[in-house]
C-alpha cells in the first residue's frame, strides 16, 4: 500500500512538473541539457564507480556477455553519452510548431500546433545510457518522465538521475521532472501501467516478454518496438564486395543491440561466389554461423570453424550476438515472403543493383525502417540526424523508427473565431 501510495505522489509531482515545462522557454530547456552533459562529465567518477557495482552484481547473477555490454559504461561511452546530450540541446525544439494552417468559410482560421505529450513512463532493462537520452529528449520536448530500469542498472541510474536532477534545481525546474523507481519490486511496474490519471505513455525498452507485459497489463497507451530481427537479402545482381563489406559490418560491429543483423538471405546465384567470401570475412571475428541445408556446403568447404545446422528457431529470432542465420532462397519473392513470415518490423534491407527489384523491395516489405544497400545498423535517432532516441517504435500508429522529440509530441487543434457560432 505504501509503495502504491508513492507511485501515486510521484504521478502527480510529474504532472505537476509537466505543467511547469508547458512553460518553459526552449532556451532555458536547452541550458538545462548542456548543464547535464557538463555534470556527466564532472561526475564521472562517481558514476563509473556505481557502475561497476551494478557490473559485479551483474556477472554474479550470471548476466550474458550480451547484457553485460549493455550495461558496461566506461570513460568513451560516458563522453559519448554527454556529446548526445549537447546533441539533443542543439536540435530544433518542436513543441509549439504550426503543422499547418488553413482558413475555413466566414474567416475562420485553424490550425495545429505540436504539444508536449505531457508524462512519459520509461521501462527498461540494462542500458544505463537510456536514462540519459530518454531524459534530454523529455526535457526538450517538454514531458515529464517517471524511468524504470531493471535491476541491473540500480547504483548506475542512482548516481545518473542525481546528476540529471541537479541540472533541473541549477536551473530552477522541479527536480519531479525526472524521477527515477528505486525499487527493483517488480510490482512496481504494474502499478505504473495503470497510473493513467498521471502518465499519459509508457515507452518500454527490453525484450520481447516486457512488451508483452506492458501490452496485456497497461491502461495507457503503450508504444511497442525495440525487438529487431533484422534480415538482409543478397540479390541475384550486386556488388559482391560491397556486399560482404554491409553484411560484416551489419552483424558484427555492434551485436548485441536491436539493429544488428540477424538472417542473411543469399540469392542461389551468387551464393557459390558470396558466401566463400563472407565466410573469410566472419571467420576473425568470431560469428558462429548457422547455415540452412543449401548454404551449410559453401561454408563447410571454406572451412569455416563456427558452423551449424540452422533449426527452424533460428530463423525469427533475435540473436543479440555473433550468431547470424543464412538461407539461400530461390528468388525476391521468396525473400520478401520470408522476411513477412520472420521479421520483426524493424529493420530489413536489400543489397542490389537492379532498380526494380530495389523498388519492390522497398515498397513491400513492412518494416520501420527499409535500407537499400547499407547495414541496418543506421536504425539509430543519432544517425539519422534526430538526436538521441527514446525507442525504435515498430508499431504503426502515432510513431515509426527510431523515436525522438516528434515522436514525443502529440497536436492540438487551434481555432480562431470572430464571435463565430455554428449554424
Not at 507511485?7 to 510529474?14: I, N, S, T, Y
Not at 505537476?16 to 518553459?24: G, P, Y
Not at 528468388?331 to 513477412?340: M, R, Y
Not at 534491407?349 to 547495414?375: P, Q
Amino acid at each position: 500500500m505504501t509503495q502504491a501510495l508513492d507511485l501515486q505522489v510521484m504521478g502527480k509531482l510529474a504532472k505537476d512538473s509537466a505543467r511547469e515545462l508547458l512553460k518553459t522557454s526552449t532556451e532555458h530547456k536547452n541550458a538545462v541539457i548542456q548543464t547535464i552533459a557538463s555534470l556527466l562529465r564532472r561526475h564521472e567518477t562517481d558514476i563509473l564507480l556505481a557502475n561497476q557495482a551494478d557490473l559485479v552484481a551483474a556477472q554474479a547473477a550470471g548476466l550474458s556477455e550480451a547484457m553485460l555490454d549493455r550495461l558496461r559504461l566506461d570513460s568513451g561511452r560516458l563522453e559519448a553519452i554527454a556529446r548526445e546530450a549537447e546533441n539533443v540541446a542543439r536540435l530544433a525544439d518542436p513543441v509549439g510548431q504550426e503543422i499547418d494552417e488553413r482558413m475555413l468559410p466566414g474567416g475562420l482560421r485553424l490550425r495545429r500546433r505540436r504539444v508536449p505529450i505531457g508524462v512519459l513512463g520509461v521501462i527498461y532493462e540494462a542500458r544505463p545510457n537510456v536514462t540519459v537520452d530518454v531524459a534530454c529528449l523529455a526535457l526538450k520536448s517538454g514531458n515529464a518522465v517517471i524511468l524504470r530500469g531493471g535491476k541491473e542498472t540500480l547504483q548506475s541510474n542512482r548516481v545518473l538521475v542525481q546528476v540529471l536532477q541537479e541540472a533541473l534545481l541549477a536551473h530552477q525546474l522541479p527536480e519531479a521532472c525526472i524521477q527515477l523507481i528505486e525499487s527493483p519490486d517488480r510490482a512496481l511496474v504494474g502499478e505504473l501501467l495503470r497510473l493513467d490519471q498521471y502518465v499519459d505513455m509508457i515507452i518500454p525498452r527490453g525484450g520481447a516478454g516486457l512488451h508483452q507485459f506492458c501490452r496485456e497489463n497497461a491502461t495507457i497507451p503503450v508504444i511497442t518496438g525495440g525487438i529487431g530481427v533484422c534480415h538482409l537479402y543478397a540479390d541475384a545482381f550486386l556488388d559482391l564486395d560491397g556486399a560482404v563489406d554491409v553484411i560484416h559490418n551489419a552483424k558484427v560491429q555492434r551485436p548485441t543491440v536491436c539493429n544488428a543483423l540477424d538472417t542473411l538471405l543469399v540469392h542461389h546465384s551468387v551464393a557459390p561466389d558470396l558466401l566463400p567470401m563472407l565466410a573469410e570475412s566472419l571467420a576473425p571475428v568470431p560469428v558462429e554461423i548457422r547455415a540452412d541445408v543449401q548454404a551449410y556446403p559453401y561454408f563447410e568447404q571454406a572451412g569455416y570453424p563456427r558452423l551449424n545446422k540452422a533449426t527452424h528457431e533460428d530463423f525469427g529470432t533475435e540473436f543479440l550476438d555473433l550468431i547470424l542465420s543464412v538461407r539461400i532462397v530461390e528468388d525476391l519473392d521468396e525473400a520478401l515472403d520470408h522476411i513477412a513470415s520472420h521479421s520483426s518490423g524493424h529493420s530489413d534491407g536489400i543489397l542490389t543493383l537492379k532498380g526494380d527489384h530495389a523498388e519492390r523491395f522497398l515498397n513491400e516489405v513492412d518494416s520501420a525502417v527499409v535500407y537499400l544497400n547499407a547495414s541496418t545498423r543506421f536504425t539509430d535517432g543519432a544517425q539519422f540526424g534526430l538526436g538521441a532516441e527514446v525507442a525504435v517504435s515498430t508499431q504503426k500508429l502515432h510513431a515509426r523508427g527510431p523515436m525522438a522529440l516528434e515522436g514525443l509530441t502529440t497536436y492540438k487543434w487551434l481555432f480562431e473565431g470572430k464571435w463565430s457560432v455554428r449554424p
